[in-house]
């Protein structure tokens, strides 16, 4: 069947069996390979993408599912200030990712920060366990969650006093 | 691999009418579906009625007695309504259900509507009395979600019909307690929830609930109604009987599954002996 959705704010379409999971279709029909699709079960975070702004494992949702609807992957949030917050906020705190989880942790940093302005430490661990990866210091994270938030403050601020 | 035909009702009524279809599978979030599945391609049936998107299953409404919330709600649209609108019970079991992405996938009606095991949410929804509403060509059928555990304590849930809306009752609780007890992001044969809720009016436990469940379900009327009526706080020697009477209970659940259900019964009517 053909879909037509909104990938990284471009209308799209795609011939899509009924047996593809949307990871595959974005990186075998699209190329976009800073997605992976390891697991196969939602579990790594590594397939994350934005559904209409929500944060999913694209590995579990059926291809044909997103018909009519808005992706977003790494690719196309990395255009985005939101995405520069989350990077230089990860700087800022010393945080370090391994190469597998870097994209997964930036996506679903940003997607707490979008729901929790200013979350608190226990809220920045339970949303990060999205992506069960170990290789990141928990307090670095919390201290990168602070950072991301000032930074966006100021940044909103800044363009609030021009 | 089958190729199969996905459905897109834009409506209730024209999924209605899809429904009856033989093994037709109804297909919200998926979450269930798809995580047990670990090939490249995905397997589905002949059939698939996607209802993710059908308005009348996504719709949530408050009123001063209960809650009433759409087959398709997510998880994590449930957790957005607050805990002004949320009995407690709910929210913790809610939270407890998967990770924050799966959340914004799996929905409430799928956590409910599962065959082969207990899911997450339902011992919360047993305690709170929820009302499921299933749907047919015929009519609604509203039932209550302590109707889904058959008599030898398995899931019984309806064949046919489509879950739509699932109506939890609004009501004080003065003690509650929500444990998950096995491995917490899936639910595996040793994974399984503790739900406890009470009420007191004038010094009286008025209401006392306790559920249960994994593979099985435990849940006793009986031993509740011999709960309710006494005097607050417990004497440790009523709490005791009462812990035993949970026990000689739990003789159907594996034994780390019934040391565990015990310890917990001992936590909940603790509570009540404060």
């Known amino acids: 069947m053909t879909i037509s959705f909104i990938l990284n704010g471009e209308d799209v379409s795609a011939n899509a069996r009924t047996v593809d999971r949307l990871s595959d279709l974005l990186r075998d029909a699209f190329g ?37 609807k808005e992706i977003v992957t790494i ?9 520069r917050d989350v990077v230089e906020g990860f700087e800022t705190a010393g945080l370090e990712t391994c190469g597998f989880c870097k994209g997964p942790k930036i996506l679903a940093m940003a997607d707490l920060l979008e729901r929790v302005p200013r979350p608190t430490p226990r809220e920045v661990l339970a949303h990060m366990s999205s992506v069960p990866c170990r290789c990141t210091d928990p307090v670095a994270l919390v201290e990168a969650a602070r950072a991301i938030v000032e930074r966006r403050a100021g940044r909103i601020y800044r363009r609030a006093g021009q | 691999m089958l190729v199969s035909e996905i459905h897109f009702p834009k409506d209730l009524a024209e999924a209605l009418e899809l429904i009856r279809r033989p093994g037709i599978l109804v297909f919200a979030g998926g979450t269930g579906i798809l995580r047990e599945q670990g090939g490249r391609g995905i397997s589905l049936p002949g059939e698939v009625l996607f209802v993710r998107e059908i308005p009348e299953l996504r719709r949530t409404s408050l009123t001063e007695r209960f809650l009433e919330i759409g087959a398709a709600v997510t998880l994590s649209e449930l957790l957005e309504l607050g805990d002004s609108a949320l009995p407690p019970l709910l929210a913790e079991a809610a939270r407890g259900i998967g990770t924050p992405a799966i959340r914004n996938l799996a929905t409430l009606g799928g956590n409910i509507a599962a065959r082969d095991r207990f899911m997450d949410s339902w011992p919360a929804l047993a305690c709170l009395d929820a009302l499921v509403e299933l749907r047919d060509r015929g009519g609604a059928t509203w039932m209550n979600v302590n109707r ?20 939890v009752p609004i009501e004080r609780w003065d003690a509650f307690l929500l444990r998950k007890v096995g491995p917490s992001d899936y639910p595996a044969p040793e994974t399984a929830v503790f739900a406890f809720a009470a009420r007191a009016e004038k010094g009286i436990l008025a209401e006392a609930r306790i559920a249960f469940a994994g593979d099985i379900a435990l849940r006793s009327r009986s031993l509740e109604s011999s709960i309710i009526g006494r005097g607050l ?32 019964v001992d936590g909940a009517l603790g509570m009540l002996s404060r």
């Open chain 2, 148 to 167: 889904f555990m058959g008599d030898d304590g398995k899931p019984a849930f309806p064949e046919g019909g489509l879950v739509t809306r699932l109506r």
């Open chain 1, 75 to 83: 690719e196309g949030f990395a255009q985005t200030e939101e995405y």
């Open chain 1, 32 to 68: 976009l390979l800073g997605l992976q699709s390891d697991c196969r079960c939602g579990r790594c975070g590594r397939c994350f993408v934005f559904l209409d702004g929500r944060l999913v494992p694209s590995c579990i949702l059926p291809a044909f599912s997103v018909r009519g």
């Open chain 2, 233 to 264: 706080p417990l004497s440790s020697r009523e709490a005791a009987t009462i812990a035993e009477g949970y026990k000689s209970l739990a003789a159907a659940l594996p034994e780390g599954l019934a040391l565990q259900f015990g310890v917990l």
